[in-house]
């Protein structure tokens, strides 16, 4: 399945269904890993919720938002130590961000009972990486290599995309 389903099947989803609540997770300064759409997306949002673990990425994120016209929450925190607290999420985004955390499968398990859209992206293969700009949780873990066939037994749309650093995997659901 090619990229641009995943580009365009999730912005025409928001547009013909009324969702509320947003959770972003890992959403870097220049918004340089969330993909056009996605960004366009928010403003079909009533309420974005932005997590991210990294607290000197929050001044700018805070900047690049301020004429954002919507509420916007922005949680310092691991999405693992804060996901129990979210109550109902309309759609769950975490692109490049699950092949930093051991716990991407309890983090999204919990995602798909209160989600009715969740979007990922990650890298298919271990790439190795320490963290940038000083960030510890931005490191990969060899030990740590995303597993497709969960997404497929969750029954999420999986399909692969290769970037010049190697594969990446895309997987979405739409409850």
Aim: net charge negative; aromatic share 14%.
């Amino acid at each position: 399945m090619p990229r641009w389903y995943f580009q365009k099947e999730i912005p025409k989803f928001l547009l013909t269904n009324p969702l509320s609540v947003h959770v972003s997770v890992g959403l870097r300064p220049g918004l340089s890993d969330i993909p056009n759409w996605e960004i366009q997306s928010f403003s079909n949002f009533n309420r974005l919720i932005i997590v991210e673990a990294y607290e000197p990425y929050c001044e700018s994120i805070k900047k690049e938002l301020k004429n954002f016209h919507k509420p916007v929450e922005l949680i310092i925190a691991k999405i693992e130590d804060v996901i129990d607290q979210l109550d109902f999420i309309d759609m769950f985004s975490w692109h490049h961000g699950p092949e930093h955390s051991y716990d991407w499968k309890i983090v999204l398990e919990k995602a798909l009972k209160k989600s009715k859209i969740i979007c990922v992206s990650c890298p298919w293969d271990y790439v190795e990486q320490e963290g940038a700009e000083g960030n510890p949780y931005d490191d990969h873990h060899q030990d740590n290599i995303i597993d497709s066939n969960w997404f497929l037994e969750q029954k999420f749309i999986v399909f692969p995309w290769w970037e010049k650093w190697g594969k990446e995997l895309n997987a979405y659901k739409i409850q």
